[in-house]
């Protein structure tokens, strides 16, 4: 057998935009030949799946799922809409969620993960991208759990059961009544998804967020020309509004403004008669954070009808 080099390595991936653990597998199997390897890759088709991944996938779809005293949110995205009502792509986002259960959230750990037929499961990522010929991107996930409790789902544009545009999971410690937990926990979770936190309590907030809030209130404050003790009362009471706009216990309930988050959970405790801890949640917004491409409707049906 050929001796496979880190430069074959390096050149078979610049020329195909592979990964590099792909062109290595690809060199193997073509015996080092260049030409052969090159096309090991189109015919299993990463290098058609590695060409497209300079596009903007901004669409797709966030799924949700719970088991046992645990509970998963994902997110997969696609470059548009179309693909996200894709019943393929659909199965793979559900599939998701499973395999995030089973690997703690991990993104690498679920990419590496195997099927029942040897298949992992970002090799199978990798053959819908070319099957369905769009870029797509297993972006993130995350697990919370509960030792004593119930974990609650919510999902906001629902396309299919557990898939839609928001994910919002809620974790509640408590031995209370599950039913009633569950209403709970499920109210708290469209509020999540109506007012997105940052944190579930203060000590769970950024610091730099913290700090770069106290940054711009500081400039404000000073341009009043009041002496710096009243600056400095000015800034604390600016960080305290702060905190209630984006900590969940401290957030305002959306089903009564006049409670926070957290006095709600003390109250639905002593109707219980149970202790009941907020324990963790996961919000996830289709999106968020990525560039989405300004396309009209008419230029994405025309795009797909060209595929």
């Given at each position: 057998?050929?001796?496979?080099?880190?430069?074959?390595?390096?050149?078979?991936?610049?020329?195909t935009?592979a990964?590099?653990?792909?062109?290595?597998?690809?060199?193997?199997?073509?015996?080092?030949?260049?030409?052969?390897?090159v096309?090991?890759?189109r015919k299993?088709?990463?290098?058609?799946?590695?060409?497209?991944?300079?596009?903007?996938?901004?669409?797709?779809?966030?799924?949700?799922?719970?088991?046992?005293?645990?509970g998963?949110?994902?997110?997969?995205?696609?470059e548009?809409?179309?693909?996200a009502?894709?019943?393929i792509?659909?199965?793979?986002?559900?599939?998701?969620?499973t395999?995030?259960?089973?690997?703690?959230?991990?993104?690498?750990?679920?990419?590496?993960?195997?099927?029942?037929?040897?298949?992992?499961?970002?090799?199978?990522?990798?053959?819908?991208?070319?099957?369905?010929?769009e870029?797509?991107?297993l972006?993130?996930?995350?697990?919370?759990k509960?030792?004593?409790?119930?974990?609650?789902?919510?999902?906001?544009?629902?396309?299919?059961?557990?898939?839609?545009?928001?994910?919002v999971?809620?974790?509640?410690?408590?031995a209370?009544?599950?039913?009633?937990?569950?209403d709970?926990?499920?109210?708290?979770a469209?509020?999540?998804?109506a007012?997105a936190?940052?944190?579930?309590?203060?000590?769970?907030?950024?610091?730099?967020?913290?700090?770069?809030?106290?940054?711009?209130?500081?400039?404000?404050?000073a341009?009043?020309g009041?002496?710096?003790?009243?600056?400095e009362?000015?800034?604390?009471?600016?960080i305290r509004?702060?905190?209630?706009?984006?900590?969940?216990?401290?957030?305002?309930?959306?089903?009564?403004?006049?409670?926070?988050?957290?006095?709600?959970?003390?109250?639905a405790?002593k109707?219980?008669?149970?202790?009941?801890k907020?324990?963790?949640?996961?919000?996830?917004k289709?999106?968020?954070?990525?560039?989405?491409?300004?396309?009209?409707?008419?230029a994405?049906?025309?795009?797909?009808?060209?595929?």
């Amino acid at each position: 057998m050929a001796e496979i080099t880190a430069a074959m390595v390096k050149e078979l991936r610049e020329t195909t935009g592979a990964g590099m653990l792909d062109c290595k597998k690809a060199l193997v199997e073509a015996n080092g030949n260049m030409d052969e390897a090159v096309d090991w890759l189109r015919k299993k088709g990463l290098a058609s799946a590695a060409k497209k991944s300079s596009r903007i996938a901004a669409e797709g779809l966030v799924a949700v799922k719970v088991e046992g005293n645990q509970g998963a949110v994902v997110e997969v995205n696609s470059e548009t809409d179309f693909v996200a009502k894709n019943d393929i792509f659909q199965a793979y986002v559900e599939d998701a969620a499973t395999v995030a259960l089973a690997t703690n959230g991990d993104v690498e750990a679920m990419k590496n993960h195997k099927d029942a037929d040897g298949k992992t499961f970002g090799e199978r990522l990798t053959d819908m991208i070319a099957r369905i010929g769009e870029n797509m991107n297993l972006r993130r996930a995350k697990v919370v759990k509960v030792n004593n409790g119930l974990v609650c789902s919510y999902v906001h544009n629902v396309a299919r059961d557990g898939l839609g545009k928001i994910g919002v999971l809620v974790a509640l410690e408590s031995a209370g009544d599950k039913a009633k937990l569950a209403d709970l926990g499920k109210h708290i979770a469209m509020h999540i998804a109506a007012t997105a936190p940052i944190a579930l309590n203060i000590a769970g907030v950024p610091s730099e967020a913290v700090e770069h809030e106290k940054s711009i209130f500081a400039e404000q404050a000073a341009a009043s020309g009041k002496p710096a003790n009243i600056i400095e009362k000015m800034i604390e009471g600016r960080i305290r509004k702060f905190y209630e706009e984006v900590v969940l216990e401290e957030q305002a309930f959306i089903m009564d403004p006049d409670k926070k988050v957290k006095a709600v959970v003390a109250d639905a405790a002593k109707d219980l008669g149970a202790d009941i801890k907020l324990a963790d949640y996961a919000f996830f917004k289709l999106g968020d954070g990525l560039q989405k491409k300004e396309e009209d409707f008419a230029a994405e049906v025309n795009a797909q009808l060209k595929k």
